[in-house]
């Protein structure tokens, strides 16, 4: 009898702490109409704060997503992918920066060279390269790119116990700078931003068009902070205890069905890395071509 009032309270208990977790699993915070999206443009909001989450989830890495790109007037691909990435992680308070946004945050939180620097480079991405690295440094949090979504939720991916967390990219040495997240002032965020800033007002073209401000210059950093040579391969796994290769860039599937996606070590994909239409926007500026022709850099520096 007593044996019985046991496992009848043992059963009880569960169920009662299954009810209690459930609580906080994605299908209560996930609002898929959200997802019953038009055709057309859409205007993004420059702030959605975060949903109760409990507090049974915390991590070293500020529960903040930032974006950017140069309107908060998105596409329906676009607006769909930050959505997501929205509703998939509540805990996160939501972040976006439009190119009006970006130049008034460097001028009011860095120097004055940083603006310059900003300014002096033509690409757009190669402007929020230098942005990017700059709003991590002093907010801390993730940073992806505005045509990129996630898969799985942050939490399943981003170790709790991180400073810094990244996916290795394709050219030896380099990581991707498309999807980052690290604690504030991090140390190889300030490696990279004295890098890019550096190469920006000495217009230098590196080794690739990745290397002014890009993934290569983000591989030297990391590489430089852990004491090796600059052009190291960086394999996924942790270093240091607390800093994160997740994984890497990866092209799943061939043909027409093939996308592209940042992978974990098993291959499994976490984050998509471009919505299917964002290499037909005719505002945007081909970073490889003007890298090929030596045209990145405005002829006069601009504050």
């Known amino acids: ?10 059963v009880l208990c569960v169920f ?3 009810l209690i977790l459930n609580k906080y699993t994605l299908e209560n915070f996930f609002d898929y109409s959200k997802f019953e999206i038009k055709e057309g443009e859409h205007r993004i909001n420059k702030f959605y704060p975060k949903r109760d ?21 998105l596409n329906t691909n ?24 970006c130049k008034d945050y460097i001028a009011n939180h860095f120097p004055k060279e940083y603006l310059k620097a900003y300014n002096s480079v033509i690409p757009g991405a190669y402007k929020a390269d230098l942005f990017r690295y700059l709003v991590l440094y002093r907010e801390g949090g993730v940073y992806m790119d505005c045509k990129s979504s996630t898969i799985k939720p942050l939490r399943d991916f981003i170790d709790t116990t991180s400073t810094f967390a990244v996916f290795r990219d394709r050219p030896i040495g380099a990581i991707l700078n498309s999807f980052m997240a690290c604690t504030p002032e991090h140390p190889i965020l300030r490696i990279v931003i004295d890098m890019t800033i550096h190469n920006i007002l000495n217009k230098q073209y590196g080794e690739n068009s990745l290397d ?27 270093y240091q205890s607390d800093l994160q290769v997740i994984g890497s860039f990866y092209v799943l599937g061939t043909g027409e069905k093939a996308f592209e996606a ?8 976490l984050v ?5 239409n964002y290499y037909n926007n005719p505002r945007r500026i081909c970073y490889q071509t003007m890298w090929d022709k030596r ?8 504050y």
């Open 1 to 10: 009898m007593h044996s019985a009032i046991t496992v009848l309270v043992i």
């Open 16 to 18: 009662i702490a299954g």
């Open 53 to 73: 989450f409990g507090s049974l989830y915390s991590q070293k890495i500020p529960l903040k997503i930032h974006q950017t790109y140069f309107t908060t007037t």
């Open 78 to 101: 676009m607006y769909q992918a930050c959505m997501t990435i929205r509703h998939m992680n509540p805990e996160y308070d939501y972040y976006f920066y439009d190119d009006t946004d």
């Open 212 to 238: 002014i401000t890009g993934p290569q210059v983000l591989g030297r950093a990391f590489n430089k902070y852990i004491n090796r040579l600059e052009l190291t391969d960086i394999t996924p796994g942790v």
């Open 262 to 269: 940042l992978v974990d070590k098993s291959l499994q994909p």
């Open 272 to 276: 998509s890395k471009n919505t299917s």
């Open 295 to 302: 045209e990145v850099f405005n002829r006069t520096f601009y």
